[in-house]
């Protein structure tokens, strides 16, 4: 997703209309997950610990690790 694009969602949050700023708030939502799990999948990637992600999220590692643990998500090679 664009920048331009998330701005224009972060706008429309603030709308007066309740069901287009719930609509905006939702897709930012999405977009926010799709971010998090592709920046989890390259820390990972580069060999950094569960610790350092969940530190960086503001959450526990085992809370990180319940989230993104799993194959797809851990070092290979």
């Known amino acids: 997703m664009e920048v331009d694009r998330l701005a224009t969602l972060v706008g429309q949050a603030g709308d007066d209309d309740p069901l287009k700023a ?10 926010a997950e799709r971010i998090e799990a592709v920046q989890v999948r ?31 998500f851990t070092k290979r090679g």
């Open 22 to 31: 719930l609509h905006a708030a939702a897709e930012i939502r999405h977009e």
């Open 42 to 72: 390259r820390a990972r990637t580069r060999g950094l610990p569960w610790a350092l992600i969940a530190e960086a999220l503001g959450v526990s590692k085992q809370a990180v690790h319940k989230k993104y643990g799993g194959s797809r």
